[in-house]
């Protein structure tokens, strides 16, 4: 019973290196999102997407890409890491829409970038 | 626009105390769900609870309560009879109906920290 899997759970880059934070579900959840939770600031959505093919910005979208090819896998891709991408990043999914059913989280990938 | 505003940083009690988690909220929808969610120090989000506009009755949950309050934009969470396993952040978050409610807005988050 796998649930969220998110690899890989720390890393450290350099400034400047790109690099992609895999996501993977195996419950056939529609609904997709990326959060960064900064230290006492709490979430903050970047990317979400509601279905295979279809992606849409959340709040924080900018020095970030995604993809959604398979309603499986959600990767999330820094191209030119700074140092403010610094944060523990969570992949979440749902069936439904958040309102219909509770999300269900990874267990985050803590990112350094110096 | 919408807003989550949980005022508490950080609470610090003594195991069998009650203590309450403010949150209250901003939205110009009329439709619009309210969450809480816990993280353990293991750092995954756990689910507590999901409650619509619509409903403004109080609920129970074992030693958990929530308080609804749209007079005063507020979705309260208290604990009764603290203990130690409930140290963790707690998130209040909040979904309207002009997201197409495909999104969650979370609040700052307030650490509780329950000791023995």
């Known amino acids: 019973n796998a649930g969220v899997t998110q690899t890989p759970k720390f890393r450290i880059l350099k400034i400047g290196q790109s690099m992609t934070l895999q996501c993977a579900q195996d419950m056939n959840h529609n609904y997709m999102y990326w959060y960064r939770q900064d230290p006492g600031m709490g979430l903050k959505l970047i990317y979400y997407?509601?279905?295979?093919?279809?992606?849409d910005k959340g709040e924080v979208p900018n020095g970030y890409n995604v993809s959604r090819s398979t309603t499986e896998d959600f990767p999330l891709r820094l191209e030119l890491a700074a140092p403010s991408q610094t944060s523990v990043y969570f992949c979440?999914?749902?069936?439904?829409?958040?309102?219909?059913?509770?999300?269900?989280f990874g267990s985050g990938t803590q990112l350094s970038v110096l | 626009a919408q807003k989550v505003t949980q005022a508490q940083t950080e609470i610090s009690v003594v195991e069998k105390e009650d203590v309450t988690l403010d949150c209250v909220y901003e939205?110009?929808?009329?439709?619009?769900?309210l969450f809480w969610y816990k993280q353990p120090p293991s750092g995954e989000l756990v689910f507590l609870i999901r409650r619509n506009s619509f409903d403004e009755q109080n609920e129970i949950s074992g030693r958990y309560s929530w308080n609804f309050q749209k007079s005063t934009s507020s979705f309260n969470f208290t604990i009764t009879a603290s203990q130690v396993v409930d140290s963790a952040v707690y998130f209040c978050a909040l979904s309207e109906a002009g997201s197409g409610y495909s999104t969650l807005t979370f609040g700052k988050g307030t650490m509780l920290l329950v000791s023995p």
């Open positions: 979440a999914s749902s069936y439904f829409p958040v309102t219909d059913e509770k999300l269900f």
């Open positions: 939205t110009r929808d009329t439709t619009y769900y």
């Open positions: 997407s509601v279905g295979a093919g279809i992606t």
